[in-house]
């Protein structure tokens, strides 16, 4: 914000914070529809339900990203499930993101936060199809495999004023040292809390 010039009766624009509220899509639905009824009677702490939970609702694909996706659905379900991964209309969060960043991509950055890994990789897929970006360049990431210095350099990457990266794509848990990123305008927290 580079002010009107007036002096000190410049204010600066507020921060808006919006929580969204989705419909999920029909096969997300039926997902999500499972695995409820399922942990309804599940014994024991279900871990493994409310990370498919999770990952189901951003897109149904990702559920086959976990190892314990075959204790809950079977092989058929799964090869339905697998034809959807580039379907970014059966994930109603997947849609919002692109279409958001669609929108708001010439002059702006983004920085999407999710606790997963599965997600990033597949949203680092869909940018890559849909806005024939690149990694490195307007795509970049922030995750906990990355070294100390690795991670530094895509910061300063990512803040670099009129630089050519867009979006940002970060694991919560890579970032919970406390990192300054002040480039984003706009800022998704993909997973549910």
């Known amino acids: 914000y580079?002010?009107?010039?007036?002096?000190?009766?410049?204010?600066?624009?507020?921060?808006q914070i919006y929580t969204l509220l989705m419909n999920s899509t029909d096969i997300q639905?039926?997902?999500?529809?499972?695995?409820?009824?399922?942990m309804s009677t599940y014994h024991g702490y279900p871990l493994e339900l409310e990370l498919l939970i999770t990952l189901a609702a951003i897109h149904p694909w990702l559920v086959k990203t976990?190892?314990?996706c075959t204790k809950f659905f079977n092989p058929q379900e799964l090869s339905e499930i697998e034809k959807l991964k580039h379907d970014a209309k059966?994930?109603?969060?997947?849609?919002?993101?692109?279409?958001?960043?669609?929108?708001?991509?010439?002059?702006?950055?983004?920085?999407?936060?999710?606790?997963n890994i599965a997600p990033i990789r597949l949203f680092l897929e869909l940018f890559e199809?849909?806005?024939r970006w690149q990694r490195g360049r307007?795509?970049?990431?922030?995750?906990?495999?990355?070294?100390?210095?690795?991670?530094?350099?895509?910061?300063?990457?990512?803040?670099e004023?009129?630089?050519?990266?867009?979006?940002?794509?970060?694991?919560?848990?890579?970032?919970?040292?406390?990192i300054s990123l002040t480039a984003a305008s706009r800022v998704i927290m993909l997973d549910s809390e």
């Open 2 to 15: 580079e002010g009107s010039g007036s002096g000190s009766g410049d204010v600066l624009p507020g921060l």
């Open 29 to 38: 639905h039926k997902t999500l529809t499972k695995l409820q009824n399922i």
């Open 66 to 68: 976990t190892t314990c």
């Open 90 to 115: 059966k994930g109603s969060k997947v849609m919002f993101v692109l279409n958001l960043v669609f929108r708001v991509v010439k002059r702006e950055k983004i920085l999407i936060f999710c606790h």
């Open 129 to 131: 199809n849909v806005f």
């Open 138 to 159: 307007e795509l970049l990431t922030l995750t906990g495999d990355l070294e100390l210095f690795e991670r530094g350099r895509v910061i300063d990457k990512f803040e």
């Open 161 to 178: 004023p009129g630089g050519p990266s867009r979006v940002l794509l970060a694991s919560i848990t890579a970032c919970a040292e406390g």
